[in-house]
C-alpha cells in the first residue's frame, strides 16, 4: 500500500512540476513549484526522512514561495523599446561581471584540476563537518558564488526600481 502511495505522490509531483514549466502566467508557475515541493514533503514524510520533509517544507514550499510571489508583484511589464534600452545601458554599467565569473570559474577549475593542492591547509576526515567544508569546498564555492549573483540580480532590480521611482 505505501508504495502505491509513493507513485501516486510522484506520479502527481511530476505533474505538478510540468504544470508549473508549462504555464504562461508567473504567479501560477510559482504556484506550482510551491505545489511540487508540498507533495516531495508528503513523500519525504513517506519515505522515512522527516527533518528533510520538514527543511523542504520551510523553506522551499514556505519561504522560496513568498520570495518568488513578492518578486512578481514588484515587476511591471515594460516596453520593447524600454527593454532595448535598459539592455544597452545595463551592458554599458555591468560590464566587469562576466570578467568576475569567467576569473571565478578558472580558479575552480584549477582548483578541479589540481585537488592535491590544499589552498587552506585543510586534511578532510570522516566527520560531516570536515567533509563538507574541507572535502566539498568547491561545491560550496559555487553555491556561494550562485548566492552572490542572485544578490547581485536583486540589487540590480531593486536600485533600478528605485532609480524609476523618483
Known amino acids: 500500500m505505501t508504495l502505491d502511495l509513493n507513485f501516486v505522490l510522484l506520479?502527481?509531483?511530476i505533474v505538478s512540476a510540468v504544470w508549473a514549466v508549462m504555464t504562461r502566467s508567473l504567479l501560477m508557475s510559482a504556484v506550482g513549484l510551491a505545489v511540487t515541493?508540498?507533495?516531495l514533503t508528503m513523500l519525504m514524510f513517506n519515505l522515512?526522512?522527516?527533518l528533510a520533509a520538514v527543511f523542504e517544507l520551510s523553506v522551499c514550499a514556505g519561504l522560496i514561495t513568498v520570495v518568488f510571489v513578492s518578486t512578481i508583484s514588484l515587476t511591471k511589464p515594460i516596453t520593447r523599446c524600454e527593454l532595448k534600452e535598459k539592455t544597452k545601458n545595463r551592458?554599458?554599467?555591468?560590464?566587469?561581471?562576466?570578467v568576475i565569473l569567467v576569473v571565478l570559474f578558472v580558479v575552480l577549475g584549477f582548483y578541479m584540476v589540481y585537488p592535491e593542492i590544499n589552498f587552506l591547509g585543510l586534511y578532510p576526515s570522516n566527520d560531516v563537518r570536515d567533509?563538507?567544508?574541507?572535502?566539498?569546498?568547491t561545491d560550496i564555492m559555487g553555491q556561494m558564488i550562485i548566492l552572490l549573483a542572485g544578490v547581485?540580480?536583486?540589487?540590480?532590480l531593486f536600485k533600478e526600481r528605485a532609480k524609476d521611482d523618483e
Open 48 to 50: 522515512g526522512s522527516p
Open 91 to 98: 551592458i554599458k554599467r555591468y560590464w566587469y561581471l562576466p
Open 37 to 39: 515541493s508540498i507533495i
Open 152 to 156: 547581485f540580480g536583486v540589487v540590480v
Open 11 to 13: 506520479t502527481a509531483m
Open 131 to 137: 567533509v563538507m567544508w574541507k572535502l566539498r569546498t
